[in-house]
C-alpha cells in the first residue's frame, strides 16, 4: 500500500521569502511518481511539479523545485521568492507502477504568504 | 479549452435523489479517474475508466455509486438516493497513458451539497 504524509496542517510565511513544504511516502513499488499540486480557494487542482524514482536530479519547474531525497522517503516542495498568489493548499501525490493506476494524495498544506 | 471539462460546477440536491456528474477528459486521453474531497482533506481516488471499461472501482462505495465511460460522450458518475454524507467535492482527472511519470490533470471538480 502508498502512503503520504504531510506534517505541516498550515504554514505562513512572509512575502519573497522561500518556503520548503514537507512531504514523506512510504511505498513498496520499485518504480513510483511524486507529483505536487496546488489548489487555490477557487478550488482547482493545478498541477506544478513531478519527480520519477530513477530520476538522478531533482525537479525543477520556474519557481517550484523538488527536495528529493529517496533514502529518506522525502519530496519536499520549494517555493522560491513566494508571492500573495502562492497562497493555497498543496498536495503532495504519488503513483506506483503495480496495481492500481490511482493517485494517493497527502492530507495537504494551507500555505498563507503574508504581505 | 483543451482541459479537463467536469459539469455542473455546482449541483444541490435533496436527500433521495440522484445526482449526475459529468466530465470529459482532455483531448487525446482515454484514462478517466474520479476522486472524492471531503472539507479540508486530500482527495481520495474512487474509480479509474477506459473507454467502455472500468478497470478499477476499489475506491467506490458497494451501494448507489456508479461510473461509465462509453465509447462516445463524457464520463458519468451517478449517485442513486443521495444522503447528507455524499456532500463533498468530486474531481475528474484524465491521463494520457498509465506510465508513472503521467501526471493526471484534473477538472475544476463538481461541489455537491445534499439538503
Known amino acids: 500500500a502508498q502512503k503520504i504524509t504531510q506534517t505541516q496542517p498550515g504554514m505562513f510565511v512572509q512575502e519573497k521569502e522561500a518556503v520548503t513544504l514537507d512531504c514523506t511516502y512510504d511505498?513498496?513499488?520499485?518504480?513510483?511518481?511524486l507529483f505536487w499540486y496546488k489548489q487555490p480557494s477557487s478550488g482547482e487542482m493545478i498541477f506544478l511539479i513531478y519527480q520519477g524514482s530513477y530520476d538522478q536530479q531533482n525537479a525543477t519547474e520556474g519557481r517550484y523545485s523538488l527536495n528529493f531525497q529517496k533514502a529518506r522517503k522525502s519530496a519536499n516542495l520549494v517555493i522560491s521568492a513566494s508571492q500573495l498568489g502562492d497562497s493555497a493548499m498543496y498536495f503532495c501525490?504519488?503513483?506506483?507502477?503495480?496495481?492500481?493506476?490511482?493517485?494517493?494524495f497527502g492530507q495537504g498544506t494551507r500555505l498563507t504568504i503574508n504581505p | 479549452n483543451a482541459g479537463v471539462m467536469q459539469n455542473p460546477r455546482h449541483l444541490v440536491r435533496r436527500r433521495g435523489q440522484e445526482a449526475r456528474l459529468r466530465c470529459s477528459p482532455m483531448?487525446?486521453?482515454?484514462?478517466v479517474y474520479w476522486y472524492r474531497q471531503l472539507p479540508e482533506e486530500g482527495l481520495k481516488f474512487m474509480v479509474y475508466?477506459?473507454?467502455?471499461?472500468?478497470?478499477?472501482e476499489s475506491g467506490m462505495p458497494k451501494e448507489r455509486f456508479s461510473a461509465e465511460f462509453p465509447k462516445e460522450g463524457p464520463s458519468i458518475l451517478r449517485i442513486q438516493q443521495v444522503v447528507r454524507g455524499d456532500s463533498a467535492a468530486y474531481f475528474c482527472?484524465?491521463?494520457?497513458?498509465?506510465?508513472?511519470?503521467?501526471?493526471?490533470?484534473f477538472g475544476d471538480g463538481t461541489r455537491l451539497s445534499i439538503l
Open positions: 511505498t513498496s513499488d520499485p518504480s513510483y511518481g
Open positions: 475508466l477506459q473507454k467502455e471499461n472500468i478497470i478499477d
Open positions: 483531448k487525446g486521453h482515454s484514462h
Open positions: 501525490a504519488m503513483r506506483g507502477n503495480q496495481g492500481a493506476q490511482k493517485l494517493v
Open positions: 482527472a484524465s491521463s494520457l497513458n498509465t506510465g508513472v511519470n503521467q501526471p493526471q490533470h
